[in-house]
């Protein structure tokens, strides 16, 4: 996979450009709620596409705090799973970010 020179990597998984975007566009999951519950499925996407990267920003910050010693607790599970789970994540987005290209849905 080609990244633009504005990606970040981390143990092979990418961090799109608009990262901080979407972090100042929900703060958390349950502003998502309501999309998830819209009758158009360009709204639910939006939703899935949004708790994901939530989702996904939480775990990358915890594994560059691990990364760095900063990390305030123990994970139980081991970093290889929890990289394999951002790896996934990440190209999760990347699916869905090409999707809402090709459909047309913003995603801003």
């Known amino acids: 996979m080609k990244m633009k020179a504005a990606q ?6 990418f961090m799109p450009e608009n990262e901080r975007r979407i972090t100042m566009i929900f703060q958390s999951l349950i502003e998502t ?3 998830m519950e819209s009758a158009d ?16 920003q939480k ?12 990390l ?4 139980l599970c081991s970093l290889e799973l929890l990289t394999k789970q951002a790896k996934a994540m990440g190209e ?14 913003p995603l801003d």
């Not at 775990?59 to 900063?70: E, I, S, Y």
Request: hydrophobic share 35%.
């Open 8 to 13: 970040h990597t981390l143990g092979g998984f």
């Open 33 to 35: 709620e309501p999309m």
């Open 41 to 56: 499925y360009k709204e639910r996407f939006r939703a899935e596409y949004f708790q994901t990267k939530i989702r996904y």
């Open 59 to 70: 775990l990358h910050q915890m594994l560059v705090k691990h990364g760095a010693g900063t």
């Open 72 to 75: 305030s607790f123990a994970p």
């Open 92 to 105: 999760y987005l990347y699916c869905l970010e090409v999707r809402a290209q090709v459909e047309d849905i």
